[in-house]
């Protein structure tokens, strides 16, 4: 089976969205579910059908931990520079396509163009700092205290993983496990998002022409997720579990890899404050509230969730921030000039509005959007809400879209006590021109990832993960994202 041409051809307007969803991806053979039955893809610009990939069974599933079992040993002995130069391929092939890859993401997702190809970019740049990775993987070597004997530390591959992955970044979040698993010399076994397979097997195509041998990378969707994945946990060959996605199913997945003590990364839910304090440049806070907000429509794990604005900013913070979310252009996510999509489901719609309607319930103002687009798509206006109480659900739950909550705040102490009050803590933003209450600040901050004075923080050189009920490791980053997928062996050696 051939996909290269369509992912040669750079035009949107050439899509056969078929041809990204020929079959499963096990063992470098294309095939279809052993039942024949398949999972339906829906356009959430237009809620149209575009394309029906394979539902995977008990028994596809069994062979994808067949086909990475068997590549293990190859790659496992590929030599590093080789397995480097593969993924190198990776991430110049990625780049060549990127406007292809970004509008079949925008077509399955929905998310704007600009945003997807921000994504296939940072995606990319995961096979890229990895294949830069790959041939620095060093072990330690030194002499026991007692002197008796040295220690030699060697770090090995851990063995076949299985990869989940959620809808938001159908690509990135991908690449982000794949990447360093391959450059450690692990094989794989991907199960993306059933509403965003189409990237996962667009990019397994990519991977093969690249270079990586079969068996190395496979890829199934499957509308049974939970036991699919219980039964690959349950064989003894897997050994690692990277999963991406609600802190809800990392509980229930945590518990499946508990009954076979399975290593574990989990990069889970957040609940991201956003603080903007009296001294700050109120532009660059209001473009960074804008990028933390609304890249993605919100619908990121890293989302701003919170705004909190100090007394004497905040009102000049407000009123900026609804007029720059007035003016954003929603669409479809293909269209060139959208700057805000749709949400993934109408489920996810009905979320945000019973968040927003349970917030303007407890006392909140609407200060622009505020009710569900009517029509075909699953839209949700650029919302701003204020005097958001604590206790709006929208306060301890992800909205996962494009409603900014702001509440207002006296001083420094009452903020870092509002913004540590979640059981997440993957990301947060502080805005300030003083560097030491910055710095402060975010040494008090509960979570993972800080961003000081800007909206973003996501890099594939910097270590991504959480703290709390936000997750269990970290991706990307020197040695932290390839340490995943290592293990450590001790080898005690009288000389
Ligand atoms: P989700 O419902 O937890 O699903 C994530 C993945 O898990 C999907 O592939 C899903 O498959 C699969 N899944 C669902 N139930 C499963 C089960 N019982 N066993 C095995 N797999 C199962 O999350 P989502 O709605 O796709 O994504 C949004 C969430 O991801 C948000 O909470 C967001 O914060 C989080 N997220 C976190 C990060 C991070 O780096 N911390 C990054 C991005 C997103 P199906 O699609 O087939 O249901």
């Known amino acids: ?117 921000a994504e296939v970019i940072y995606a990319a740049e995961f096979f890229r700092w990895n294949a830069e990775e790959a041939v620095r993987i060093s072990g330690e070597f030194g002499l026991a205290p007692s002197g008796a004997n040295r220690i030699v530390v060697d770090y090995q591959p851990i063995g076949v993983c299985v990869l989940i992955t959620p809808w938001n970044f159908p690509a990135a979040m991908a690449t982000r496990k794949i ?24 990019l397994a195509a990519l991977y093969e022409e690249a270079g990586v041998p079969p068996g190395v990378v496979n890829v199934l969707t499957t509308s049974n997720p939970g036991p699919l994945t219980a039964a690959m946990l349950a064989d003894p060959r897997v050994r690692k579990l990277s999963f991406t996605g609600s802190t809800g199913v990392g509980r229930v997945l ?44 919100g619908e990121a794990c890293t989302a701003a969730n919170r705004i909190y604005a100090q007394a004497g900013i905040h009102d000049s913070f407000a009123e900026g921030l609804r007029k720059r979310m007035t003016a954003l252009k929603v669409g479809s996510g293909t269209d060139a000039d959208t700057e805000c999509g749709p949400m993934i489901t109408g489920k996810a719609v009905d979320k945000i509005d019973r968040l927003v309607r349970d917030a303007v ?20 206006p650029p919302t701003v809400l204020r005097n958001v109480p604590a206790d709006a659900d929208m306060a301890h739950e992800e909205i996962f879209g494009p409603v900014a909550p702001i509440a ?57 993960g959480g703290v709390k009920q936000s997750g269990l490791g970290r991706e990307g980053g020197q040695k932290h994202g390839i340490a995943e997928f290592m293990e450590a062996k001790y080898i005690a050696v009288t000389i």
């Open 1 to 117: 089976m051939n996909i290269s041409p369509v992912l040669l051809d750079d035009d949107p307007d050439m899509f056969d969205y078929n041809t990204f969803s020929h079959g499963l991806y096990i063992g470098g053979q294309w095939r279809p579910s052993s039942d024949g039955r398949h999972i339906k893809v829906v356009d959430p610009s237009t809620e149209a059908v575009i394309a029906a990939v394979p539902d995977a069974t008990l028994a596809d599933a069994e062979a994808a931990v067949e086909a990475a079992a068997k590549a293990a040993a190859g790659w496992r002995d590929t030599a590093p520079r080789k397995r480097s130069e593969i993924l190198r391929r990776c991430f110049e092939l990625m780049t060549e396509r990127a406007e292809t890859l970004a509008a079949l993401i925008s077509l399955e997702n929905g998310k704007a163009l600009r945003d997807a190809r």
């Open 179 to 202: 990447a360093p698993a391959l450059a450690a010399g692990c094989t794989v076994i991907l199960k993306p998002a059933s509403e965003t397979p189409l990237t996962a097997y667009a």
């Open 254 to 297: 945590l518990a499946e890899a508990a009954k076979h003590v399975i290593s574990c990364s989990m990069e889970l839910g957040g609940n991201a404050p956003f603080i903007v304090f009296d001294d700050a440049d109120l532009e660059a806070a209001l473009d960074g509230a804008m990028v933390a907000k609304m890249r993605n429509a």
């Open 361 to 380: 319930g407890r006392g909140a103002e609407v200060l622009c959007g505020g009710a569900i687009t009517q029509g075909r798509g699953y839209f949700y």
């Open 408 to 464: 207002r705040f006296e001083d420094e102490a009452e903020v870092i006590a509002r913004a540590n009050d979640t059981e997440y803590g993957l990301a947060a933003y502080i805005y300030t021109r003083d560097l030491a209450r910055g710095m402060r600040v975010a040494s008090k901050i509960e979570s993972g990832m800080i961003a000081l004075n800007r909206g973003l923080m996501s890099d594939p050189a910097a270590p991504f």
